[in-house]
């Protein structure tokens, strides 16, 4: 599941460099996780302020069946 970064974030930078897909950045004014987020789950052991959380209603996108294409 993608996750969020929640104003706990005290931007000391620690999680930028444990995800192994650079999906974090520097924002304005908190850090900010984008939408290439996986489930690696690196970054919330990382997080000193436990700032980085689930997003609460995402939902995993649902594969196409060749039926449903064929049709
Ligand atoms: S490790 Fe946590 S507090 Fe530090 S920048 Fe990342 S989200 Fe913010
Ligand atoms: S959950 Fe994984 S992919 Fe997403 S920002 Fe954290 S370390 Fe990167």
Not at 34 to 42: A, H, L, P, R, V
Not at 54 to 67: F, Q, R
Request: aromatic share 4%; proline share 11%.
């Amino acid at each position: 599941m993608p996750h969020m970064i929640t104003d706990a974030c005290a931007q000391c930078g620690l999680c930028v460099d444990v995800c192994p897909i650079s999906a974090i950045s520097p924002g304005d004014p908190i850090y900010v996780i984008d939408d290439t987020c996986c489930d690696f789950m690196e970054c919330v052991v990382e997080c000193p302020e436990e700032a980085i959380v689930p997003i609460p209603d995402w939902e995993k996108p649902v594969a196409v069946s060749d039926k449903e294409v064929a049709s």
